[in-house]
C-alpha cells in the first residue's frame, strides 16, 4: 500500500518562502509522475504542478514562474519550492501520483498572512 506522507508547510508572510516535501513509500514512486495538488478553504482540490518520471514539469498558470516542482528517485521524495507567495495560495497541500490515485496523505498547510 502506498503512503504519502508531506511536510514542510506553516505560516508565511506575503513574498516569503517555503519548501514542501512528500514522502512516497512503496514501489510505485520511479514508475509514475507525480503531482503536487492544493484545497483551500470551501473549495475543490486542484492540481498545481507535475513532474514526469523523466524530470518535465507543468504547472497550473497562477503559480508558473514561482513554484518549482523537483524529484529524488533515490529517496522517494517530491518537492516543491514555493516563492513570491500570496494569501490566495493559502491552502492544504497535498502530494499523489498524475493522474492521482485513491489514497490521500494527510496534506501539510500553508498560510500566507501578513
Known amino acids: 500500500q502506498v503512503q504519502l506522507v508531506e511536510s514542510g508547510g506553516g505560516l508565511v508572510q506575503p513574498g516569503g518562502s517555503l519548501r514542501l516535501s512528500c514522502a512516497v513509500s512503496?514501489?510505485?514512486?520511479?514508475?509514475?509522475?507525480m503531482a503536487w495538488y492544493r484545497q483551500a478553504p470551501g473549495k475543490q482540490r486542484e492540481f498545481i504542478a507535475v513532474?514526469?518520471?523523466?524530470?518535465?514539469?507543468s504547472y497550473k498558470d497562477s503559480v508558473k514562474g514561482r513554484f518549482t516542482i523537483s524529484r529524488d528517485n533515490a529517496q522517494n521524495t517530491v518537492y516543491l519550492q514555493m516563492n513570491s507567495l500570496k494569501p490566495e495560495d493559502t491552502a492544504v497541500y497535498y502530494c499523489?501520483?498524475?493522474?492521482?490515485?485513491?489514497?490521500w496523505g494527510q496534506g501539510t498547510q500553508v498560510t500566507v498572512s501578513s
Open positions: 499523489n501520483t498524475f493522474p492521482s490515485r485513491p489514497g
Open positions: 512503496g514501489s510505485i514512486f520511479s514508475r509514475y509522475a
Open positions: 513532474i514526469s518520471t523523466g524530470g518535465s514539469t
